[in-house]
């Protein structure tokens, strides 16, 4: 497919090569627009201290924002709890989507019913989940955590004010469990018949052929799984504000919500923006492996094709 | 529904089995059945209906009065009514739900309207410098959306568009267009590249191979690729909040109004949540064969 066109650089190919780049261009001009337009100016405030709410405070003053950022102690512990809730969140997801996607890899009555019902947490309104959490669910008197948990003595626990980011990490693993669910189950139905079968035909038991057969070969799928629910989870902003907004104090503030803080309750331009453009450091590194991983996952599927 | 059921039947590469159980996405079953595979089928129905009992009691819930769901044990039985439903519907709730109608429908159109013909040079006819030009796409969904809130609160603030529908749709257009191109690109991939040189040889011009001949092929990849772009939209919340305010507010936005009057207003939340799910839960359970696709932005099918 890429031999197609090998043409010599004459005026011809030339012209060609942009009529074929045309169709490309509005999407890329639209995306740089507004994704990189706005992440540059978010440098150009970092530099600078700037009240929204004093028309003309705008002054540039070099790093003092960055030297601000990191000896700040909420930022700190925001970055903390960021990490606590997107390791937790993630691993304990994974966990288990793989049990869920052990169960749902065989045949059984009513299996398109019982996969129906388990993404559905995925599906429900991410706002609205956290609140359900936050009352219905965690509420210390009449929630259903309580009420399921009483027989253990953890009946009359205020889940969400003593335990704050536990709460956000129960109501976000809720949510994201069905996302590591469906890559596993797909990692799980790409492997091959014919290496279970010669595992059979050794006479391996079934924990070893889990461990030895199919647990390597679902490596790339879970690494894939943890790398993209990282990317997403760290940005977790509607389950911190519906649920705790934060609290109590800052308690369960993570990045995002404490950029957003700054920005819109705050409305210290600066420092936001010098925290924002931490953030995005801090994600490139981790994207960096994302994306390589997504590179060879994409290109090892297109080889198997031809 | 039947677009995309029908396209994972046909585009998926079924591995020769003996039997005829991969049709359906399956293969035959590695354990025997019997009593320990009829234990195990117990077990996991009872594992679905015990992770999916928020859900369960949300519906539940907002079938309820208040007072039936402020009870300690949980009330299971009880009179249902519909005074809570008809109290969210009744209020000024449907506002919001057109602009968030509004948001899905017309970023999403504006998606495939930018992605479709971006995907396409991006696989039938590789352009150079491919791959990074994809690597560019998809760096941008790994750009936090806290790091540019500020410059693109500012900048809305000065043209006017503050509180405006269009500035969500725009940007919800940016935020679906990296997955829309790589999930378009994965079926673009799939065409057999037989029937477009076939076309290219009898004379056809590119806008002619791309809509007569490629879109009929597409067709169930673009309905795949909006829906995952629609459930997106629908539950956004960050820029929601932070760039509308009364006139534009979309359903989540909405929702935030019951965080101050919780205590009271359990079953009203209920039913509203339930409500406000419906939509995107549907388009979920139909394209739920696609939802990984789009989720690792087609590297997974």
């Known amino acids: 497919m890429s031999t197609l066109n090998t043409a010599a650089p ?13 169709p490309l261009l509005p999407a890329l001009i639209f995306t740089v627009l507004l994704t990189q337009l706005p992440f540059l100016a978010t440098i150009w405030y970092s530099l600078g201290s700037w009240n929204l709410l004093r028309p ?93 948990l009483s027989p253990f003595g953890l009946g009359e626990v205020d889940w969400a004010t003593q335990f704050p980011v536990a709460s956000i990490v129960a109501a976000l693993v809720w949510q994201w469990t069905p996302f590591m669910m469906l890559l596993v189950l797909a990692g799980l139905q790409s492997q091959g018949h014919d290496v279970l079968e010669a595992g059979q035909v050794d006479g391996a038991g079934a924990w070893q052929m889990f461990s030895f057969v199919t647990l390597p ?37 993570n990045l995002p919500f404490t950029i957003y803080q700054r920005a819109f309750l705050g409305f210290d331009i600066g420092q936001s923006a010098a925290m924002g453009v931490v953030v995005v450091i801090g994600t490139i590194i981790v994207a960096m492996l994302a994306l390589r991983l997504i590179f060879r996952t994409f290109l090892s599927s297109q080889e198997q094709k031809s | ?48 209906l015990v992770f999916i009992s ?14 039936d769901a402020y009870t300690d044990p949980p009330k299971v039985l009880f009179t249902p009514t519909l005074e809570q439903f008809g109290a969210v519907l009744g209020g000024d709730f449907l506002p919001y739900v057109g602009n968030s109608a509004i948001a899905t429908l017309f970023s999403t159109a504006l998606v495939l309207l930018l992605g479709v013909p971006a995907a396409y040079a991006l696989s039938i006819a590789p352009v150079r410098r491919t791959k990074d030009v994809l690597f560019f796409f998809i760096s941008t969904k790994m750009l936090p959306v806290v790091a540019v809130i500020v410059p693109l609160y500012v900048a809305a603030g000065r043209i006017r568009m503050l509180d405006n529908i269009w500035t969500l749709v725009l940007l919800y257009t940016a935020m679906n267009l990296p997955i829309a191109v790589w999930m378009l690109r994965s079926f673009f991939l799939e065409v057999p590249t037989g029937i477009i040189e076939a076309a290219r040889l009898e004379g056809a011009s590119l806008s002619r191979v791309l809509w007569s001949v490629m879109l009929p092929v597409m067709a169930p990849g673009i309905a795949a690729t909006a829906l995952i772009c629609m459930i997106f939209s629908w539950n956004e919340f960050f820029f929601a909040l932070n760039l509308t305010a009364a006139k534009a507010a979309t359903v989540p936005v909405f929702m935030t109004g019951f965080i101050t009057s919780e205590g009271l207003y359990w079953a009203q939340l209920s039913a509203a949540a339930t409500v406000v799910s419906l939509p995107i839960v549907i388009v979920g359970w139909v394209a739920q064969r696609q939802l990984v696709r789009g989720l690792s932005m087609g590297a997974v099918k």
């Open chain 2, 54 to 67: 928020p859900v369960l009691w949300m519906v539940l819930t907002a079938f309820k009065q208040e007072g």
């Open chain 1, 217 to 253: 070969h679902l490596r790339r799928y879970i690494e894939l799984g943890v790398l993209l629910g990282s990317i997403y989870v760290v940005n977790t902003f509607d389950t911190i504000y519906m649920m705790t907004q934060g609290g109590p104090g800052t308690a369960s503030a």
């Open chain 1, 56 to 148: 003309g405070s705008q002054q540039f003053n070099g790093l003092a924002n960055y030297v601000a950022v990191f000896t700040d102690t909420q930022f700190l512990k925001a970055a903390l709890n960021t990490v606590v809730i997107t390791a937790g969140c993630v691993l304990v997801s994974m966990a288990l989507g793989i049990g869920f996607a052990l169960l749902l890899d065989r045949k059984f009555l009513g299996r398109g019913v019982v996969r129906t019902m388990l993404i559905t947490p995925f599906l429900i309104l991410p706002v609205a989940t956290a609140l359900l959490w936050k009352t219905t669910m965690l509420d210390p008197v009449f929630g259903l955590v309580g009420f399921a």
């Open chain 2, 1 to 48: 529904m039947t677009a995309t059921a029908d396209h994972a039947k046909t585009a998926r590469p079924v591995p020769p089995t003996t039997t005829g159980a991969a049709r359906k996405g399956g293969r035959p079953g590695r354990r025997k059945s019997g009593p320990g595979g009829r234990a195990l089928t117990v077990f996991t129905w009872a594992v679905a």
């Open chain 1, 10 to 22: 004459t005026r011809a190919a030339r012209s060609g090569d942009w009529a074929r780049r045309a």
